[in-house]
């Protein structure tokens, strides 16, 4: 597998950033729910104007196959991954492991990371849970709401889990 490396999202590469993001997102949005037109785009550019939110193409062998927002917060060292996108003919080849390998690497003082995904995305949570070390601490659903989400009403956003990984303990 050749080396991953990460370059910045510049200001003027954001609107394609986030189109290439929301259409590998809304693959599987599509596949479990086919009337569903896919992920807005202004879910993107929402975690891309997050406090602390740096976003970064991923580079594989010279060329983009995805991208990715996290959320560092170094007083905490609470850092979120927001998004994790691989481009379609990237996935399955081992990347996104190697992606998250490289994200631990990159920011060495997290203590602990935060991600999301929703209830249908079966090979996230296997990826998440079973490849990446996550522990899934939250179920969101109607009769548990995110108190950070308040439109829970469109499908993907009705059911989803909440995943932490802890890195080491705190203050150590």
């Known amino acids: 597998m050749d080396t991953i490396t990460f370059e910045p999202v510049l200001e003027s590469e954001r609107d394609s950033f986030a189109a290439d993001c929301a259409e590998s997102l809304s693959v599987a949005l599509r596949e479990n729910f086919p009337s569903q037109r896919g992920v807005p785009v202004s879910d993107i550019f929402e975690s891309l104007a997050a406090a602390g939110a740096e976003a970064f193409h991923i580079i594989c062998g010279g060329s983009r196959v995805g991208g990715s927002v996290v959320v560092v917060n170094a007083l905490s060292r609470r850092n979120s991954l927001d998004l994790l996108f691989l481009k ?8 996104g492991l190697a ?3 490289a994200i631990e690497k990159k920011y060495p003082d997290a203590e602990v990371w935060e991600t999301i995904t929703p209830y249908f995305e079966r ?3 296997h990826f998440y849970v079973n490849k990446c070390g996550f522990k899934i601490v939250e179920f969101f659903n109607p ?4 108190p950070h989400c308040p439109d829970m009403d469109s499908p ?3 059911y ?3 995943f932490e990984k802890q890195m080491r303990p705190s203050g150590a």
Request: glycine content about 16%.
């Open 160 to 162: 989803y889990f909440r």
């Open 143 to 146: 009769r548990h709401r995110d």
């Open 99 to 101: 992606v998250w390998r």
């Open 88 to 95: 379609r003919g990237a996935c399955g080849k081992g990347i």
């Open 156 to 158: 993907g956003r009705d």
């Open 123 to 125: 090979r996230n949570i």
